[in-house]
């Protein structure tokens, strides 16, 4: 494949690098005094702009590259399952979102602490890790594919790792110092970036066909082979299927109540606000912005079908095909087909949409290691140190996971080619291991009066190994069968989660609940005067 891109395109890179390093340098001028502003600003971020952040974590390099390939190749039903988003959303808000505020948590972990524990606690917190390093390993993964094919023409695996660790450093570089307020004000811009590269992409493409829309409507809802390209709901009951009705009100809603309100990397951008009131409603604007978000990029994917698939409609003269070196078809039609200066801006819109999943990954995962693990080893041990200490830490934190992940980037290099997954289906099917065990142990703790430290450990160790044995080749492994049953993601969160919830409720209840301690954990001397201001 030779290299499409001009010096125009090359320009409008090189002011994005600039605007990156200079952002960086802003947004970094507000220096935390201490692990609370470090990781939460101290509840100061305005709920506009923490939506806008949740919108950006919750949409990645994977939804940037997977949604026009997820488009080009079926139809619109993944679009149908943030309706199961939506439900989730009014559940978090209403159920969990107070009982952070109220237990003045740093990360959502701690409040398993009031039920079972401080052993419940880390816990929750490594299998968050193990999880959250599967799930942002595959989206810088995603990106670096991205990255490489621009930079090197190809994507042999050493110039996919050279791209993963050029992604990394600017993650790392624009959240090392100022914390999650930098993490918040930069996904703004990068989320802006790669919404007006998509709506260019899509706007470019209509221009190219050369049919007014109710053509393009008719040879979407009537293709040359398979299915209408139109269809909305699946109702079809099919195991395989991730996107159908049935998926959608069960998995999707597990999937996006663990997202949204037990995933530190979410949960900790509405953490930032100042009351719960507005952080329930960040959370429900940022699902409601989802939706036309993705419909432009499976918008982009269905034109692209048209655009490779239809001559008729092409006038006859059909565009080069992509090749399996292209990695998606969007990818092929950026470095092929799109106009100069505009690839480039695409570009661009690929690693914003890298960068501000990223930077919440390395920012939250930190906030775990250091708040719930690292400092609870210095306690036990009888070490204090001031609050500037647990600053650096968090730094030295971020930087331990930018490493974490991308070792799992690479490995994802392997992995995906091997399950043969969609890119954005195999994005979602790596959140199910952290998130069956961790949905089991909550939905116990907050609907029974069941589970202990210990039954937490296996509930959480359950649910890791069931999604495990779910996967086709550990199926093929274990049977030996070369034709697996094929469970699609949303099925595995469901099985994973009740067998999780049935581990954890084998627990007796502790003699004597351990309370969560307002004026203890981080920042404990500023949470006592908050705690007298407001019983003045």
Known sequence: MELQFTGLDWGIFALYLAILAASAWYFSQNRAKDS??????????????????????????????????LGYRGDLTYLFTNVGAIIAAFIVASVLIPKFYANRVTTVYELLQSRFGEKAKHRAGGIYLLG????????????????SMILFNDIAADHVIAAVVLLTAAGLLQTFIGGVRSVIQSDVLQCAVYVSAALAVLAVLITQIPADFGQIFAALGAPAEGPS???????????????????????????????????????????????????ARAVLFSVVMVIPVMAVFMGIGLLL????????????DPASMPTGGDVTVFMHYVLHEMPAGLRGLVTIGVIAAALSTLNSSLNSMASVLIEDLYRHRLQQRGIERNAQHFVVAGRWGMTLVAAALGLMAVLCFYWQQISDLPLITFALSVMVFAYSGLLGVFFTALFTGRGNATSVGWALAAGFTVTLLQQPWMI????????????????????????SFAVCNLGSPAAAPIEVDDTTGPSGTENKELNAAHSK
């Not at 305005?46 to 949604?67: D, E, K």
């Not at 079908?305 to 006859?316: A, D, K, V």
Request: charged content about 10%; aromatic content about 10%; proline content about 6%.
């Open 305 to 316: 079908h048209i655009f490779y698939q239809n001559p008729s409609l092409m006038g006859g």
């Open 132 to 147: 959250r390093v599967f799930a942002s390993g595959a989206r810088l993964y995603m990106a670096a594919i991205a990255v």
């Open 36 to 69: 609370r502003d470090y990781f939460l600003a101290r509840n100061s971020m305005p709920m506009w702009m923490v939506a806008i952040s949740t919108l950006a974590t919750t949409q990645s390099a994977a939804t940037f590259l997977g949604g026009p390939d």
């Open 476 to 499: 093929t492994m274990v049977t030996g069968t070369s034709e697996p049953p094929i469970i699609a993601f949303p099925w595995q969160l469901c099985l994973g989660t009740l067998v």
């Open 229 to 279: 390209k139109l269809t909305l709901i699946d109702t079809s009951w099919d195991l395989s299927d991730p996107f159908n009705l049935w998926a959608t009100l069960t998995g999707f809603v597990l999937l996006n109540i663990a997202a949204f309100g037990l995933d530190q990397d979410v949960t900790q951008r509405v953490l930032t606000c100042k009351t719960p009131r507005e952080g």
